[in-house]
DNA sequence: GAGTAAATTTCACTTAGTGGAAACGAGGGC
DNA sequence: GCCCTCGTTTCCACTAAGTGAAATTTACTC
């Protein structure tokens, strides 16, 4: 889209790169194939260039070709790439197993996300079950930041310069609700500042808290908590929100010790 | 390293991205952090075109950079590419479950793996413990291709070409004890074709049986069972054997089915 | 605070990437 | 079964985009 025409990337970036990129990029969870038209048409860029990207792209190893229906899909290359985020994670590698702890002490739901653009990525997302054959941990799954009380949190934790340029992104992306949305980012965002978290219920049932975590030199991540199945109150945030305050501190303990 | 000059390549394909791509290579489990002149010494490539290409890939939100120490690590957005894989895989989607159910049925590791390069990744590995919290899920774990009995499996469910063609890299690779190594390898393949699955018993303590599965237009993905702690022998290994070939017998039904 | 090592930017060069147009190939309808 | 249409890939001339050596800046050491 933005890609099209006349490469306003400006300064310096290389352009096909970056195309190659964005092409990997369109691929997402409900868009599991995609052919060199679609991807052309999704990427504003030239159906030629598209053709020689994709093959490049083939070539090492990042996309499949499924030829019985001239289409690609991520192939199994990028998924290791993305367990070697988590390997090489210092934060996760720290809280990893205070989370697991946590979740199983607490008995609710724990997370540790950062951003990618204008939505959070799950580093880790220990769902609790009373039944232990159901827990499990996902990562790498993608929630809406002004949507989410981790995503809030985070904007919580940014200066104010990123946090405005991510604003401006919610403005587009939901153009309708666009007033009452932004007053309720800017008021979770001050619970933060006030509580130390802020409370989200976004999928009816759920009742998630959120709380940043900022480190010098690193990205910002936020830590959250929920519970599933529950009536959202006021008074259960305040009961979640205190056990994740007292959590993410012992957190910053951990990674600001050895 | 084999891009360093005059482009190798030579076809068509898009050498900036290619280099891309191989700068993001470069991290993997045990190498977290790389600083733009490790990169270049481990890619070949110039030390000005790495630094222009990293500030591209931070730019498009695969890379961090960790700026207190001149240095970048793979980002989140990569990590949310690696779940749009397992998203995107309908093998996985169909298999997933079956894994899991013939893990807890049959008290034993169950992993779905397909090859990027001359490793094999899984899409999907089920831990089975007998105490069901410390049951775990991995995804995107590299193993060597030669040295285990997903990788021999997968070999066997190949063509000839492709196969001879990796052959080839573990000559390189394990310039050593070659000779041995590749008859291990070819005796592997013969069990496959003669009983349908190879045992291996590559880390100590450890015994794992493949089988490969062939889609047609897909690639070839193994299938394997292991067991821990236990003295691999000749008959255990026959026992998983037959279990595997069993559940891949299911899941192939599965696969071509609906 | 000067010296050293490394990373980044500059700059002129030219190769490598581009996109329009032509060729090719796969499905679908008649 | 053949022809037509739509989508994809290859070709080709053009030139802008990417390149790498050298200069500059930046960070770190003694």
Known sequence: MALARQYAGGANGNRSLERGIEILRAFRPGVDTLGNGEIAERTGLPR????????????????????????YRLAAAVLS?????????PVLKV????????STRRRLNVGLAT????????????????RPTLRSIVAGQQVPMEL???????????SDGERDRLLVKFRRRNAAATKTLIAEVQKSIRSVRRDGYCAVSWQPGVL????????????????????????PTEALGAE????LVAFAARCKGAL???
Do not use: C, W
């Open 48 to 71: 030629s260039t598209v053709s020689r990207l994709t093959k490049t792209l083939v070539a090492f190893g990042m996309l499949d070709e499924v030829r019985t229906e001239r289409t």
């Open 95 to 102: 809280l990893g197993p205070l989370m697991r702890a946590e």
């Open 256 to 258: 600001s010790g050895p």
């Open 115 to 130: 951003a990618d653009r204008a939505m959070m990525v799950y580093l880790e997302s220990i769902r609790y079950n009373p």
């Open 148 to 158: 989410t009380s981790l995503g809030r949190a985070y904007l919580a934790g940014l």
């Open 208 to 231: 998630a808290v959120a709380t940043p975590i900022v480190i010098q030199g690193l990205p910002v991540y936020a830590l959250n908590m929920s519970v599933q199945d529950i009536e």
């Open 81 to 89: 790439l993305g367990h070697a985020v988590r390997m090489g994670s």
């Open 240 to 243: 979640i929100g205190s056990y």
